[in-house]
């Protein structure tokens, strides 16, 4: 009987200690921080900068990266993972909501990899100055026909 009941203490002592571990894991990890460019006048970036202060604040985007021109914002979105089964329909969202704070720009969103990559090396040319007005619309145009591509 006392070894049933040492056993059985033993058992709630590891199940308790083993719960106790990952407290912290599924809590809110919004460790995600936008860069913003700072940039000489011809590629001044004021409004990708505040489109992307704006969209990180949805709930579902874990982090975001944007350049404009003087004509169009291209934004790319990472999704946290159990949301990424509504892409289409986040982006249309975050699509809309741009398109009514710059009734200016042609918006252009993407959730795809590969395209936040790509804006996040022309974030980097542009935080650096090391693009110019023509270098950037001809990067910008080769990332809309990508996007166009994979619709």
Same mark, same amino acid.
């Given at each position: 009987m006392k070894v049933k009941?040492?056993?059985? !203490? +033993? !058992?709630l002592i590891g199940l308790g200690?083993?719960? %106790?571990?990952?407290?912290? #894991?599924?809590?809110d990890n919004n460790d995600s921080? /936008? @860069?913003q460019i700072h940039t000489s006048k011809p590629n001044e970036q004021s409004v990708a900068n505040h489109a992307k202060e704006k969209i990180i604040t949805k709930e579902e985007i @874990?982090?975001? $990266?944007?350049v404009n021109t003087d004509k169009e914002l291209l934004v790319a979105v990472k999704v946290k993972n159990f949301n990424? +089964?509504?892409? *289409? *329909? !986040?982006? $249309?969202s975050v699509k809309s909501d741009l398109e009514e704070m710059y009734p200016d720009h042609k918006v252009f969103v993407s959730s795809d990899k590969k395209m936040f990559w790509e +804006?996040? *090396? /022309?974030? #980097?040319?542009?935080?650096q100055n090391d693009t110019n007005k023509k270098n950037l619309k001809k990067d910008? %145009? *080769?990332? $809309? @026909? +990508?996007m166009k591509e994979q619709t």
């Open positions: 009941m040492l056993f059985f !203490i +033993l !058992i200690s083993g719960c %106790n571990g990952n407290e912290n #894991q599924l809590g921080s /936008i @860069s @874990s982090d975001v $990266k944007a990424r +089964l509504r892409l *289409k *329909k !986040i982006e $249309k +804006l996040e *090396k /022309i974030e #980097q040319r542009l935080q910008l %145009n *080769k990332l $809309k @026909s +990508l």
